[in-house]
């Protein structure tokens, strides 16, 4: 199993950026699919960003698409979501996920995922 520790979270206003990472320890010689998942108070954890373990290919939610990127960095075994125009909406706790995910025909769900951090805040006051 791999350790993710995410960083990056803060409180920002309405239309900023901020860049989260999450950086991966212990069997990071195995490749893993990265993820970004969120969740917001009161609501069930949802799907942010999913980049191949290559880099090869990412997906993102419809509800951050064009505003969000994610990347990584497998030489530094971290990944990174960039989020550029932030809205309130966007307030929630940000997790990063690993596994080997198969079925790249669907929306990422939590259960395709057995690797988590604990989760970084993200503010985004109006």
């Known amino acids: 199993q791999v350790q993710l520790v995410e960083s990056g979270g803060g409180l920002v206003q309405a239309g900023g950026s901020l860049r989260l990472s999450c950086a991966a320890s212990?069997?990071?010689?195995?490749?893993?699919?990265m993820a970004w998942f969120r969740q917001a108070p009161g609501k069930e954890r949802e799907f942010v960003a999913i980049?191949?373990?290559?880099?090869?290919?990412?997906s993102y939610a419809d509800s951050v698409k064009g505003r969000f990127t994610i990347s990584r960095d497998n030489a530094k075994s971290t990944v990174y979501l960039q989020m550029n125009s932030l809205k309130p909406t966007d307030t929630a706790v940000y997790y990063c996920?690993?596994?080997?995910?198969?079925?790249?025909?669907?929306?990422?769900?939590?259960?395709?995922?057995?690797?988590w951090g604990q989760g970084t805040q993200v503010n985004v006051s109006s």
């Open positions: 212990g069997r990071t010689a195995s490749p893993y699919d």
């Open positions: 980049i191949q373990w290559n880099g090869g290919y990412s």
């Open positions: 996920a690993a596994g080997a995910y198969m079925d790249w025909g669907r929306p990422p769900r939590s259960s395709d995922f057995d690797s």
